[in-house]
């Protein structure tokens, strides 16, 4: 069984920091793994997918990286703003089902 | 391009009675996945359906039931509530194959109470 721990799982930060977040899974053999926004009460906000044959994927000011075989991958932030501000999801997929953790929430202060 | 919507956004239930959460996929998606997203933790897959068949299931009881319509819509159902079900019930749809589910575009959400 798939588990997900995502550390830490609450950062305040100041605006203008750059910020990794890390997601670490038990079963290596993933076909890929999403990061996700998810704004209080709302719905998920897909933001990167790496497939398993990648190491890493950037959209903007966000970059993640996919280690694999040590089960790890990690979001960067740059220069973070308050409009950042969220809880932010890992999910690696194996066999169709996405298997969450727990979240990082994040505040970033003006 | 339509994203994926749900009805309604908030229910109220009792104990025991039974509830239907709606879903409309992305515009060309065929896959639709259930989750359950209880306070303050990550979701919880519940079910996936492709091509309305089910598509695989996570770790919830009978009581908790689906069904996909030819124009990939979706629907899940709850019978005999329970206090537990609480939760934010997300659906996400994708266009990705049966054996896998790729990028997922998930929508608000149905939050429901039970009492």
């Known amino acids: 069984k798939q588990e997900v721990t995502q550390i830490p799982a609450a950062l305040s930060v100041p605006e203008g920091e750059n910020l990794v977040l890390n997601c670490s899974f038990t079963d290596s053999a993933i076909y890929n793994l999403q990061w996700f926004r998810q704004d209080p009460g709302k719905g998920l906000t897909s933001l990167l997918l790496i497939q398993s044959s990648q190491r890493e994927q950037t959209s903007g000011r966000l970059n993640a990286s996919l280690d694999k075989s040590s089960g790890r991958s990690t979001l960067y932030i740059a220069a973070s703003q308050p409009g950042d501000s969220a809880t932010y999801l890992c999910a690696p997929e194996v066999g169709n089902m996405l298997t969450f953790g727990g979240g990082t929430r994040l505040m970033v202060k003006p | 391009e339509t994203g994926v919507t749900q009805s309604p956004t908030h229910l109220i239930k009792t104990r025991g009675q039974q509830v239907t959460l709606r879903c409309s996929s992305q515009?060309?998606?065929?896959?639709v996945s259930w989750y359950q997203q209880a306070l303050g933790q990550g979701p919880q897959f519940i079910f996936q359906y492709y091509r309305e068949e089910e598509n695989g299931r996570g770790n919830f009881p009978p009581r908790f039931s689906g069904l996909q319509f030819p124009n990939y819509s979706s629907e899940l159902n709850v019978n005999a509530l329970e206090l537990d079900d609480s939760a934010l019930y997300l659906c996400?749809?994708?266009?990705?194959?049966?054996?896998?589910?790729?990028?997922?575009?998930f929508g608000e959400g149905s939050r429901l109470t039970v009492l």
């Open positions: 515009s060309g998606h065929n896959t």
């Open positions: 996400a749809s994708s266009s990705a194959g049966q054996g896998i589910t790729g990028e997922l575009f």
